[in-house]
């Protein structure tokens, strides 16, 4: 699964690496090393502009930030987008939640690196055996773009001009782990390289099938892995240090 990341990359960065209009962009976010679910990322998403003296009819990219945990447009409660934070790459083009977002709603999540917790040797309190967090992140890169979905939630509750009448969620879509991950956790988040962003984010994309094919876990041998501060463990925390390299007890 991918349940925390850390988002670092400036808005003038993205706006680059993805070409897309400054007037396209939401405002500029922190760098947020502790990114969980429920809280706001920057994401990469195309939509057709409803402004007609624009008089475009063709797709632009846009940079929002998005809340992390998928809200169904049908949802009757939004909260349910807290446990909706990933989608299965075998079947987000049929599960209720998330089919109609795979067939036009599609995302790209740009990240820097993600956490995974291992199980170690030692126990804690609750008798249980702590576990210890790795950061994962490209080895020649210094950006992981994620294949993700999103969707809008109306808040029928407050008028169509009210801040909260629209609530714009994602989730990030994963996969069985490659052989260099697989050994800390099961799941890994799925990517899109460059080549596939075009069709990727394109909504008049409606072939699953396709879509399906545009995506695919980071390459073996493309990511680099190692042992992290448990500070992480505590979403309260953020900063440069939690992304930093330990020794653990193995090291020596």
């Not at 099938?209 to 309260?236: C, E, F, H, Q, W």
Request: glycine share 4%; proline share 10%.
């Amino acid at each position: 699964m991918c349940g925390r990341y850390a988002s670092t990359k400036s808005r003038s960065t993205l706006l680059e690496t993805f070409e897309i209009d400054p007037d396209r962009a939401d405002l500029e976010m922190a760098p947020d090393y502790n990114v969980a679910p429920t809280k706001t990322s920057p994401v990469v998403i195309a939509r057709v502009p409803k402004d007609e003296a624009e008089d475009q009819t063709q797709p632009q990219r846009q940079l929002r930030n998005l809340k992390w945990g998928l809200t169904p447009f049908w949802a009757k409660d939004p909260k349910i987008g807290s446990r909706m934070i990933n989608a299965r790459a075998e079947t987000v083009h049929e599960k209720p939640a998330y089919r109609q977002s795979f067939k036009s709603r599609r995302a790209i999540i740009p990240i820097s690196g993600f956490y995974e917790w291992f199980p170690t040797d030692e126990v804690g309190k609750s008798g249980k055996p702590l576990k210890q967090p790795y950061y994962i992140h490209p080895a020649e890169t210094d950006l992981l773009p994620l294949a993700g979905i999103y969707d809008f939630w109306r808040n029928h509750d407050v008028p169509d001009d009210d801040p909260d009448a629209w609530l714009v969620t994602f989730s990030v879509i994963t996969t069985n782990s490659t052989d260099d991950v697989g050994h800390i956790h099961d799941r890994m988040p799925m990517s899109v390289t460059p080549e596939n962003w075009a069709d990727w984010l394109d909504p008049a994309n409606t072939d699953v099938d396709y879509a399906r094919t545009l995506m695919a876990p980071p390459a073996p041998g493309s990511l680099d892995i190692y042992p992290v501060s448990k500070a992480v463990n505590n979403v309260r925390n953020n900063g440069e240090d939690l992304v930093k390299p330990i020794e653990t007890e193995g090291d020596h």
